[in-house]
């Protein structure tokens, strides 16, 4: 088998294309608006459909939307190779966070069915619905997770951040049915599926600063938030309090932050992998010139692959609160808690990956997953699965995220070759 792995080129022209149309028909005139579970997502999912059709894959959505592209294998029983990830974005982000995954499949897959390469077993690529959950839906992979028969009933009630309307209803407004998720029913299983890939860019400077083109990621991490933090103090004038009567929430939620902060480099210190963010820290619109604070809210996020790096933030929030209270006279609302667990990445497909670049001489590295991602989901639902980072610059979530086309081919050529050897 090995002896015609050279001739297995992914189409890389076929990719560069549909990031070249995708960008075209989602350009918001700052960056790249592709709404989950809207038009943008459904723009999207359009577009690469036709393009898997014009290659001969089988093309099926799931009942939640999730859509499926089939390289047929001679074995249609034995378990598929699943790769894939999201085609929606954040609010003017980038066009590669997410698509990059997509494409790369298809890439690798199109080359495959050029050269006439047949698998045993179905390769499937798969464009997730609505990952960048974070941006438009307050829970994390819906999409994957309603395929994987893991999103609860109540998650689909959860309200989409510009319209106020369900996740459910937007389901239903695409064509989908949200009561498939809310049964329970499960599409991709540990007994249908041998592996799940996501390529993705690794939204990070890391790549670009050791120039090196590719990474496996060992895990992703997991993460508690708080998204609706509150401080109430007391609003005073600033001139006629002094201070031991004063109930400054501003000042009391500066304090902890500074805190956390000083926890975090503390750990961090000890050996412990974690990002400690204050995502916004503000007083409300009664604040002014000549007044004291008396409110401030504020959103959290800790996310680590360890969470216990995680928990011991949290630890000295529950100590640091009452203690900011009783000296400062304010109270903390901290408001509902959400997050998602940490997952650690498959080691026999992290060790296939490493083959499959060695054997083309494409340099690679090994690094845990800063953002979380949708095969953190297939891994929690006991699917092995694995990620490969391609380089990019500017981070992600901004109309400035870049990638070079040819460490995009290069991620491609690794991708090709895993799924000759792991589907050959
Ligand atoms: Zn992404």
């Given at each position: 088998?090995?002896?015609?792995?050279?001739n297995l080129?992914?189409?890389?022209?076929?990719?560069?294309?549909?990031f070249?149309d995708?960008?075209?028909?989602?350009f918001?005139?700052?960056?790249i608006?592709?709404?989950?579970?809207?038009p943008?997502?459904?723009?999207?999912?359009?577009?690469?459909?036709?393009?898997?059709?014009?290659?001969?894959?089988?093309c099926?959505?799931?009942?939640?939307?999730?859509?499926?592209?089939?390289?047929p294998?001679?074995n249609?029983?034995a378990?598929?190779?699943?790769?894939?990830s999201h085609?929606?974005?954040?609010?003017?982000?980038?066009?590669?966070?997410?698509?990059?995954?997509?494409l790369?499949?298809l890439?690798?897959?199109?080359?495959l069915?050029?050269?006439?390469?047949?698998?045993?077993?179905?390769?499937?690529?798969?464009a997730?619905?609505?990952?960048?959950?974070?941006?438009?839906?307050p829970?994390?992979?819906?999409g994957?997770?309603?395929?994987?028969?893991r999103l609860?009933?109540?998650?689909?009630?959860v309200?989409r951040?510009?319209?106020?309307?369900?996740l459910a209803d937007?389901?239903?407004?695409?064509?989908?049915d949200?009561?498939?998720?809310?049964?329970?029913e499960?599409?991709?299983?540990?007994e249908?599926?041998?592996?799940f890939?996501?390529v993705?860019?690794?939204?990070?400077?890391?790549?670009?600063?050791e120039e090196?083109?590719?990474a496996?990621?060992t895990?992703?991490?997991?993460?508690?938030?708080l998204?609706?933090?509150r401080v109430?103090?007391?609003y005073n004038?600033?001139?006629?309090?002094?201070?031991?009567?004063r109930?400054?929430?501003?000042?009391?939620?500066?304090e902890?932050?500074?805190?956390?902060?000083?926890?975090w480099?503390?750990?961090?210190?000890?050996?412990?992998?974690?990002?400690?963010?204050?995502c916004?820290l503000a007083t409300t619109?009664?604040?002014?010139?000549t007044?004291?604070?008396?409110?401030?809210?504020?959103?959290?996020?800790?996310?680590?692959v360890?969470p216990?790096?995680?928990d011991?933030?949290f630890d000295?929030?529950a100590k640091?609160?009452?203690?900011?209270?009783a000296?400062?006279?304010?109270?903390?609302?901290?408001?509902?808690?959400?997050?998602?667990?940490?997952?650690?990445m498959d080691?026999?497909?992290?060790?296939?990956?490493?083959?499959s670049?060695e054997?083309?001489?494409?340099p690679?590295?090994s690094?845990a997953?800063?953002?979380?991602?949708?095969?953190?989901a297939?891994a929690a639902?006991?699917i092995?699965?694995?990620?490969l980072?391609?380089?990019?610059?500017?981070?992600s979530h901004?109309?400035h995220?870049?990638m070079?086309p040819?460490?995009?081919g290069?991620?491609?050529?690794v991708?090709?070759?895993?799924?000759?050897e792991?589907?050959?």
């Open positions: 088998m090995s002896s015609i792995l050279p080129l992914p189409d890389l022209e076929l990719a560069n294309r549909l070249d995708l960008r075209a028909r989602s918001d005139g700052v960056g608006t592709r709404e989950a579970y809207g943008g997502e459904r723009m999207a999912h359009a577009l690469v459909k036709e393009a898997a059709e014009a290659v001969g894959l089988e099926n959505p799931d009942p939640v939307g999730n859509l499926y592209m089939t390289l294998g001679k249609r029983q378990k598929k190779v699943l790769l894939g085609l929606d974005s954040v609010p003017q982000g980038g066009n590669f966070d997410g698509a990059v995954g997509v790369a499949g890439a690798a897959v199109a080359g069915k050029r050269a006439g390469f047949v698998p045993e077993r179905d390769i499937t690529i798969i997730t619905r609505a990952e960048e959950a974070g941006a438009w839906f829970t994390s992979y819906p994957s997770r309603g395929a994987l028969g609860k009933a109540e998650e689909l009630e309200k951040q510009d319209s106020g309307r369900s937007h389901m239903k407004e695409e064509g989908f949200p009561s498939f998720a809310a049964r329970g499960v599409v991709v299983s540990p249908n599926t041998a592996a890939l996501e993705h860019i690794e939204q990070g400077p890391v790549l670009d600063a090196i083109p590719v496996i990621v895990g992703i991490p997991g993460s508690r938030r998204r609706q933090g109430l103090g007391e004038h600033s001139g006629g309090t002094p201070r031991k009567y109930k400054d929430a501003a000042i009391a939620l500066a902890l932050a500074v805190r956390l902060d000083d926890r480099a503390a750990l961090e210190m000890q050996g412990h992998k974690l990002v400690v963010t204050f916004t619109a009664e604040a002014g010139f007044k004291i604070p008396g409110e401030a809210t504020f959103m959290l996020d800790v996310r680590s360890n216990a790096s995680v011991a933030i000295e929030l640091a609160v009452p203690e900011i209270e000296r400062r006279g304010v109270k903390f609302d901290l408001g509902p808690e959400t997050g998602s667990k940490s997952a650690p080691a026999e497909i992290q060790a296939g990956l490493a083959r670049a054997a083309l001489a494409i690679h590295l690094m997953s800063g953002g979380g991602h949708d095969a953190a297939f639902a006991g092995p699965s694995a990620m980072f391609v380089r990019n610059q500017h981070g901004n109309p995220e870049a070079r040819e460490d995009f290069e991620a491609c050529r991708v090709t070759h895993w799924l000759a792991i589907a050959g």
